[in-house]
């Protein structure tokens, strides 16, 4: 517990922490200050989800900037924060105290991948507060008072809030996996850059295999395959389909990743 | 598509033969039925812009979802990773709603038309192909598991000699008789031209409600007089194709300017096209490999379809595009020119 609590503390109090954030939080609302100035909408089939449809109702930009973050800006910020997680400690020389006084392995590794989720929440939180304010201000909000589904239903804002949040938690579980990733290459190598680097290979990689059509036999089990299906449960009636399969996969590059980066960590000699 | 041990399951297979499994699924061509489709095209055709919807279609993968109470009564929606294009079939009409345009339009449902994505679930596609098929063309396959469910194969080796078509496979729902995948492949082709399959799928008749559909506020709405280009075509042109063409005859659905001939695996459609629509086509045809310039038409075949357009640079012309062999799609090119008839100016 008192490892959790040093980590979560060192987190908000992190300075590294607020710019990355800050700079995840940017993009969408340089792309919200665009868009309202512009008047331009992405071409169909073009833009990120959603981001045609906030040009008539604002509310729904954090949904617009879920989109913009998730490929891209928020995997790279996970990847470096969780990739730092432990062999941040080994290169700087402090693993080996750390481990001395005395916190259990298995504590450590908790306590790590607690923090590299915090982070995950806390920007998640940031980016949609940020994006619902930003997006209500310039882009305004409905007439109509109701948000519309991709299928061309009405949804309450009970119903929309309850869907924003589902499609957050499957941002975070799959951000989850990514942090797995990372934190299991953090255990192997001693550079946290590698541990990073590494990671952010195996998502570029999965998501260039997703392109080609030779690699169907293998898409379904890419880490990147549903990353965007959080859009499914904006449809009406809900297609559960990849949102569960995606769930599903996640929770499997959980179980393996976190499963081997503890067995790694608990069997490593610690000499630094 | 679809994880590997669930389709490796064994599927329980039947002794139906393949007359009575064929008369199965002819007699539940409109059974109700519910669920998720993908839907895999291989065929890169030649198309210019007012035909961008049928490469799409025939070229690329389509993931649809589709709620079928009858054939008066339907959605089909196309989901896309940033949004939908539907389309809702009710009493009123057809309607397409499209997300990111925020727009509906309702329009008449043409006989004559260009396909579209209702087109490519598995039903319609055998609907199409085995509504006439013979008890003598086709055979068994073994049973498979689609969708989680029994289904009873069949090919279709269709014994017109104008086909470009080699066979059809399907598999029906052995419950319910509802094909649930099919695979079309042409002749000199080892690999599928066009796969279409259930992913899901349920054969209780789903909710009325599905099958509505109500314009969101704040999305523009229209009434469109003309679907698509062939319907244009159908309407305004003033010709009149033959009756028959490359030994195929016109369809009863065929009573104005576009011909339909040919009936299941040997389809071919004839659209009169003015300059200003022709000219377009004629230069991507002539930047497709395999084109080739014939003094009547220029034609090329992608997999088993064949696409030709005749007349010349600048002119209009007729285009003919179907499931036939290319001697057929000149044949029929020459034929039209023929035995069109002029009936005056634009109607």
Same mark, same amino acid.
């Given at each position: 517990?008192?490892?959790?609590?040093?980590?979560?503390?060192?987190?908000?109090?992190?300075?590294?922490?607020?710019?990355?954030?800050?700079?995840?939080?940017?993009?969408?609302?340089?792309?919200?200050?665009?868009?309202?100035?512009?008047?331009?909408?992405?071409?169909?089939?073009?833009?990120?989800?959603?981001?045609?449809?906030?040009?008539?109702?604002?509310?729904?930009?954090?949904? &617009?900037?879920?989109?913009?973050?998730?490929?891209?800006?928020?995997?790279?910020?996970?990847?470096?924060?969780?990739?730092?997680?432990?062999?941040?400690?080994?290169?700087?020389?402090?693993?080996?105290?750390?481990?001395?006084?005395?916190?259990?392995?298995?504590?450590?590794?908790?306590?790590?991948?607690?923090?590299?989720?915090?982070?995950?929440?806390?920007?998640?939180?940031?980016?949609?507060?940020? &994006?619902?304010?930003?997006?209500?201000?310039?882009?305004?909000?409905?007439?109509?008072?109701?948000?519309?589904?991709?299928?061309?239903?009405?949804?309450?804002?009970?119903?929309?809030?309850?869907?924003?949040?589902?499609?957050?938690?499957?941002?975070?579980?799959?951000?989850?996996?990514?942090?797995?990733?990372?934190?299991?290459?953090?255990?192997?190598?001693?550079?946290?850059?590698?541990?990073?680097?590494?990671?952010? &290979?195996?998502?570029?990689?999965?998501?260039?295999?997703?392109?080609?059509?030779?690699?169907?036999?293998?898409?379904?089990?890419?880490?990147?395959?549903?990353?965007? &299906?959080?859009?499914?449960?904006?449809?009406?009636?809900?297609?559960?389909?990849?949102?569960?399969?995606?769930?599903?996969?996640?929770?499997?590059?959980?179980?393996?990743?976190?499963?081997?980066?503890?067995?790694?960590?608990?069997?490593?000699?610690?000499?630094? | 598509?679809?994880?590997?041990?669930?389709?490796?399951?064994?599927?329980?297979?039947?002794?139906?033969?393949?007359?009575?499994?064929? %008369?199965?699924?002819? #007699?539940?061509?409109?059974?109700?039925?519910?669920?998720?489709?993908?839907?895999?095209?291989?065929?890169?055709?030649?198309?210019?812009?007012?035909?961008?919807?049928?490469?799409?279609?025939?070229?690329?993968?389509?993931?649809?979802?589709?709620?079928?109470?009858?054939?008066?009564?339907?959605?089909?929606?196309?989901?896309?990773? %940033?949004?939908?294009?539907?389309?809702?079939?009710?009493? $009123?009409?057809?309607?397409?709603?499209?997300?990111?345009?925020?727009?509906?339009?309702?329009?008449?449902?043409?006989?004559?038309?260009?396909?579209?994505?209702?087109?490519?679930?598995?039903?319609?596609?055998?609907?199409?192909?085995?509504?006439?098929?013979?008890?003598?063309?086709?055979?068994?396959?073994?049973?498979?598991?689609?969708?989680?469910?029994?289904?009873? #194969?069949?090919?279709?080796?269709?014994?017109?000699? $104008?086909?470009?078509?080699?066979?059809?496979?399907?598999?029906?729902?052995?419950?319910? /008789?509802?094909?649930?995948?099919?695979?079309?492949?042409?002749?000199?082709?080892?690999?599928?031209?066009?796969?279409?399959?259930?992913?899901?799928?349920?054969?209780?008749?789903?909710?009325?409600?599905?099958?509505?559909?109500?314009?969101?506020?704040?999305?523009?709405?229209?009434?469109?007089?003309?679907?698509?280009?062939?319907?244009?075509?159908?309407?305004?042109?003033?010709?009149?194709?033959?009756?028959?063409?490359?030994?195929?005859?016109?369809?009863?659905?065929?009573?104005?300017?576009?011909?339909?001939?040919?009936?299941?695996?040997?389809?071919?459609?004839?659209?009169?096209?003015?300059?200003?629509?022709?000219?377009?086509?004629?230069?991507?045809?002539?930047?497709?490999?395999?084109?080739?310039?014939?003094?009547?038409?220029?034609?090329?075949?992608?997999?088993?379809? /064949?696409?030709?357009?005749?007349?010349?640079?600048?002119?209009?012309?007729?285009?003919?595009?179907?499931?036939?062999?290319?001697?057929?799609?000149?044949?029929?090119?020459?034929?039209?020119?023929?035995?069109?008839?002029?009936?005056?100016?634009?109607?």
């Amino acid at each position: 517990m008192r490892a959790l609590t040093v980590e979560l503390h060192q987190l908000v109090r992190s300075r590294r922490t607020w710019v990355t954030i800050l700079l995840i939080d940017l993009l969408p609302t340089i792309v919200a200050v665009l868009l309202a100035v512009t008047d331009i909408g992405p071409r169909p089939g073009t833009g990120p989800a959603f981001l045609s449809a906030v040009l008539t109702d604002g509310t729904l930009f954090p949904l &617009a900037a879920l989109a913009i973050v998730l490929p891209l800006f928020l995997p790279i910020a996970v990847a470096v924060q969780a990739g730092d997680a432990i062999a941040g400690e080994a290169q700087q020389g402090t693993l080996r105290y750390l481990l001395v006084r005395p916190v259990g392995r298995t504590r450590l590794l908790v306590a790590k991948l607690v923090s590299v989720m915090a982070f995950v929440l806390l920007t998640l939180a940031v980016v949609a507060v940020t &994006a619902y304010v930003v997006g209500v201000l310039l882009l305004g909000t409905s007439d109509a008072g109701q948000t519309t589904t991709v299928s061309g239903t009405s949804l309450t804002q009970g119903q929309m809030i309850g869907r924003t949040f589902l499609a957050l938690a499957f941002a975070l579980l799959c951000m989850l996996g990514v942090a797995s990733i990372a934190l299991f290459l953090s255990t192997v190598v001693d550079s946290p850059l590698g541990a990073a680097l590494g990671t952010m &290979a195996v998502l570029v990689a999965s998501t260039l295999l997703l392109t080609l059509d030779a690699a169907d036999v293998v898409s379904d089990y890419l880490p990147t395959r549903y990353w965007l &299906a959080f859009i499914d449960l904006f449809r009406d009636p809900i297609h559960w389909r990849d949102v569960i399969r995606g769930t599903l996969l996640q929770a499997g590059y959980v179980v393996v990743f976190l499963g081997a980066g503890w067995a790694n960590f608990m069997t490593r000699d610690v000499t630094q | 598509m679809g994880p590997i041990a669930v389709r490796a399951w064994p599927a329980d297979d039947s002794d139906v033969s393949a007359a009575e499994l064929l %008369t199965t699924v002819q #007699g539940n061509l409109d059974h109700p039925y519910s669920g998720y489709v993908e839907a895999q095209g291989t065929l890169l055709l030649p198309v210019a812009d007012r035909f961008t919807d049928v490469g799409e279609l025939f070229g690329s993968s389509t993931r649809l979802r589709v709620w079928w109470r009858s054939a008066d009564e339907w959605r089909v929606d196309r989901l896309l990773a %940033t949004g939908e294009t539907d389309l809702i079939h009710n009493a $009123q009409g057809t309607t397409r709603w499209r997300y990111e345009q925020n727009d509906a339009d309702l329009s008449h449902d043409p006989d004559i038309r260009l396909p579209r994505t209702a087109d490519l679930v598995p039903p319609e596609v055998a609907d199409l192909m085995l509504s006439d098929a013979e008890p003598s063309e086709v055979s068994r396959l073994s049973a498979a598991r689609v969708a989680g469910r029994d289904a009873l #194969g069949l090919r279709l080796r269709p014994g017109a000699r $104008q086909t470009s078509i080699d066979h059809v496979d399907v598999w029906a729902d052995a419950d319910s /008789g509802v094909v649930l995948r099919a695979v079309v492949v042409g002749k000199g082709s080892g690999k599928a031209a066009f796969t279409t399959e259930f992913a899901d799928f349920s054969p209780v008749t789903p909710p009325a409600e599905r099958t509505r559909f109500v314009t969101p506020p704040g999305a523009d709405f229209e009434f469109d007089d003309v679907l698509d280009i062939a319907d244009a075509a159908n309407q305004y042109a003033p010709v009149v194709p033959p009756d028959r063409v490359a030994g195929l005859v016109k369809g009863p659905a065929s009573d104005r300017a576009v011909g339909v001939y040919g009936s299941g695996a040997t389809r071919l459609i004839a659209i009169p096209l003015r300059g200003r629509e022709a000219e377009p086509l004629r230069e991507q045809l002539r930047l497709t490999p395999g084109v080739r310039e014939e003094p009547q038409a220029a034609l090329v075949m992608i997999g088993p379809l /064949g696409v030709a357009l005749g007349g010349s640079g600048g002119d209009g012309g007729w285009l003919v595009a179907g499931t036939v062999t290319p001697d057929t799609l000149l044949r029929a090119v020459r034929d039209l020119y023929r035995g069109m008839v002029i009936v005056g100016d634009e109607r």
